[in-house]
């Protein structure tokens, strides 16, 4: 089955970049898209369409996706950008997550 | 507004059924397929499947086939998400979460609103 591997966490200080990484098997060939998830909350689409922001969504998050690997990059990283974060693919018809990246700001 | 509102917390024993459901509002409920995902305590996300909510098709993961059930009224503007044979890994909190795409564009793209999730704990 398919697969997609996330680092389990990383770490920013305020107002710096974070990337967030997403490998998968020809990932690239596949659109991916980014939820952000807050303890106990709902996870919130950030990115779609590999590097789509929806209505809302901040412009400070950004993606790409090519060759094997999808990233996330948050520009000017802020406190209220802490949380688990999830890249999302489908393959054969069938959603594939990410096992998620804790996002610490610090 | 698109609200996606679950039914509440459930506790069943193993080998017993649940059945989640997911009412929407703020948007036409027969335009867009509805996914299923839950979320063990303190694990990721996992996927169950869509339904199609015009025409009532489902589309199952592998590992849910025959124990996953998910129907809708759409009288109602309700989907719902039955799993039976629970086990105690079935823990977990259940989304709904509608598809960001209108089911006459084809295809599916991501989860672009979500339930608040129902909390199913199954415990002898």
């Known amino acids: 089955s398919y697969e997609l591997t996330q680092p389990p966490s990383a770490s920013v200080s305020p107002g710096q970049t974070a990337r967030i990484t997403c490998s998968g098997d020809q990932l690239g060939d596949k659109h991916v898209c980014w939820y952000q998830q807050q303890p106990g909350l709902s996870p919130v689409l950030v990115i779609y369409?590999?590097?789509k922001r929806p209505s809302g969504i901040p412009e400070r998050f950004s993606a790409s996706n090519s060759g094997n690997t999808a990233t996330l990059t948050i520009n000017g990283t802020q406190a209220a950008d802490e949380g688990d974060y999830y890249c999302?693919?489908?393959?054969?018809?069938?959603?594939?997550f990410g096992g998620g990246t804790k996002l610490t700001v610090l | 507004q698109v609200q996606l509102v679950q039914s509440g917390t459930e506790v069943k024993k193993p080998g017993a059924s649940v059945k989640v459901s997911c009412k929407t509002s703020g948007y036409t409920f027969t335009d867009y397929y509805m996914h299923w995902v839950r979320q063990a305590p303190g694990q990721g996300l996992e996927w169950m499947g869509w339904?199609?909510?015009?025409?009532?098709?489902?589309h199952t993961a592998q590992k849910f086939q025959g124990r996953v059930t998910m129907t809708r009224d759409t009288s109602l503007n309700t989907a719902y998400m039955e799993l039976s044979r629970l086990k105690s890994d079935d823990t977990a909190v259940y989304y709904c979460?509608?598809?960001?795409?209108?089911?006459?564009?084809?295809?599916?793209?991501?989860?672009?609103?979500w339930g608040r999730g129902t909390l199913v704990t199954v415990s002898s």
């Open positions: 369409y590999d590097n």
């Open positions: 339904i199609n909510t015009n025409s009532g098709a489902t």
């Open positions: 999302q693919a489908w393959d054969s018809s069938i959603a594939v």
């Open positions: 979460a509608r598809d960001q795409h209108m089911i006459t564009s084809g295809g599916v793209v991501g989860f672009d609103f």
